[in-house]
């Protein structure tokens, strides 16, 4: 049997002084927490440092690292555990996401540009974020 497969998009916030320190190894730690699960990562970058608005765990700074990995559903409870153990995570969050905007967002993520969506797609999509009939037509790419 075939377990489902979904992409998930992961905020990680870091420790500022860990990633200092060693940057690559930071960024090694975050790949290497997708893999030990099972997952394959699609998108991994440097998201922001910058002021928290409050301390968290007496850091005023935090690193936010974005990333976008593959990962069987019955797994993601190992991921979550894995970054609640990880010492250069402060927080972070995890969320599925919807098959059709895959493409796009992992897009984004590399700095590339993603292929529009088009036709009946476009109006699905549309349609599923509440858009009336009237706005329908509008929200066709490229039309």
């Not at 992961?10 to 320190?21: G, I, T, W």
């Not at 928290?52 to 936010?64: E, F, H, S, T």
């Not at 993603?114 to 009237?134: F, L, R």
Request: proline share 4%.
């Amino acid at each position: 049997m075939k377990l489902a497969r979904n992409v998930y998009e992961c905020m990680f916030l870091l420790d500022p002084n860990s990633y200092a320190r060693d940057p690559a190894g930071s960024a090694q730690k975050i790949q290497s927490l997708v893999e030990s699960s099972g997952g394959k990562i699609l998108a991994s970058r440097l998201w922001n440092e910058q002021r928290l608005a409050y301390p968290i765990n007496g850091q005023r700074k935090g690193v936010y690292w974005l990333i976008y990995f593959d990962l069987e559903s019955t797994a993601i409870t190992k991921f979550n555990r894995a970054c609640q153990l990880a010492d250069q995570v402060i927080r972070f969050l995890t969320i599925r996401i919807e098959p059709r905007l895959v493409d796009a967002m992992v897009a984004a993520a590399k700095g590339e540009r993603a292929k529009p969506i088009v036709g009946t797609e476009a109006v699905a999509v549309a349609a599923d974020n509440g858009a009336t009939p009237e706005l329908e037509d509008q929200a066709i790419v490229g039309t």
